[in-house]
């Protein structure tokens, strides 16, 4: 059975220009996007030189020039950069503001509850506040996003307690939304050194319930593309690449009776574009949902070159891509 959907979007991709070519470039990065059936991605402020200055931002779109699908743009905040605020927040390339309150690159973590709220007062309301914020840190977040009346995205949702936070929000009436990743739905505890970690067993079935619920809003593939040698290393690199495996993986858990099919589309494209105000796609994508294929390093398009789903079994590559009718 072969279905034709509207391009994908993914509103988490680290694509490592500038800064850090050797991993990824907005060619490379979007020709993942494109295999993967995405034809929208938006691309977070934390290179090693940071996206929080509008000049800043500026280069980034002329970089991304070279790609082969659209790309957004994340601004970011090392918390002295208030007065860019106005001016990011009216581009129509940047969709939010991300706030990291765990390490990260490029000397962008914010921890100071006072700083934070300087900030949530400070960015235009209108666009979303991004935060990667882990259990008592979110809880925080959730308050600052009520106080300030703002709206909260969560990304990369990983436990149980995460799960029900969000949901307390909800039900209170907080502008909240949250999404989750494949390799938190799907890899093993300590599989793999993660930001945020792996969860338990327990902690990815609460995932799961959190999407069929509806609390957990979108899956975003957070690809962070490192090279092989940067993860055998000790300590490893966080983080792992996802552009061309997310659909396939949201699909296996069709077949595995996890979800259904509506419901990997409305959480790749119909939700994501709900909370991000974004454009309809005129791109489309068509792929058998039942037929399946093996993950293989040396045909990723990728320039990190390798997935921790190697050797899995998945469903739906795409195989047609009409750009507007062509």
């Known amino acids: 059975m072969r279905v034709k959907w509207p391009a994908l979007i993914d509103i988490h991709v680290h694509l490592r220009e500038p800064g850090a070519i050797h991993k990824e470039d907005f060619l490379t990065g979007s020709r993942a996007a494109q295999a993967g059936g995405f034809g929208l991605v938006i691309d977070m402020p934390n290179n090693p030189i940071p996206t929080i200055t509008m000049a800043r931002l500026k280069e980034k779109i002329a970089l991304a020039k070279k790609a082969v699908c659209e790309v957004g743009f994340h601004f970011g905040t090392n918390g002295k950069n208030l007065n860019e605020f106005p001016a990011a927040a009216r581009h129509p390339k940047v ?4 706030l990291y309150c765990n390490h990260t690159t490029g000397e962008m973590l914010i921890e100071d509850i006072n700083l934070l709220a300087k ?10 506040i991004l935060v990667h914020a882990e259990g008592v840190q979110l809880a925080a977040m959730i308050g600052l996003a009520a106080l300030y009346r703002q709206r909260l995205h969560v990304c990369h949702i990983s436990q149980a307690v995460e799960v029900e936070l969000v949901k307390r929000a909800k039900k209170a009436g907080i502008k909240i939304t949250a999404g989750v990743t494949p390799h938190h739905l799907w890899l093993p505890f300590n599989s793999a050194l993660m930001k945020p970690p ?64 509506i419901q990997v589309k409305k959480w790749l494209y119909d939700k994501p574009k709900k909370i991000f105000n974004l454009p309809a796609a005129k791109t489309k994508i068509e792929f058998d949902p039942d037929k399946a294929w093996i993950v293989n390093n040396q045909e990723l398009k990728t320039k990190c070159g390798w997935s921790p789903f190697n050797g899995w079994r998945l469903y739906g590559k795409v195989e047609k891509i009409d750009y507007a009718g062509n």
């Open 95 to 98: 969709f939010g503001l991300k």
């Open 119 to 128: 900030i949530f007062a400070a960015w235009p309301k209108g666009k979303p």
């Open 198 to 261: 792996l969860g338990s067993k327990q902690d990815q079935s609460a995932l799961w319930q959190g999407l069929n619920e509806g609390v957990i809003d979108i899956v975003e593939s957070d690809h962070a593309p490192h090279t092989l040698a940067e993860k055998q290393k000790t300590p490893p690199a966080f983080g792992v690449p996802g552009l061309e495996t997310t659909l396939g993986l949201m699909l296996l858990g069709v077949k595995r009776r996890k979800c259904s099919l």
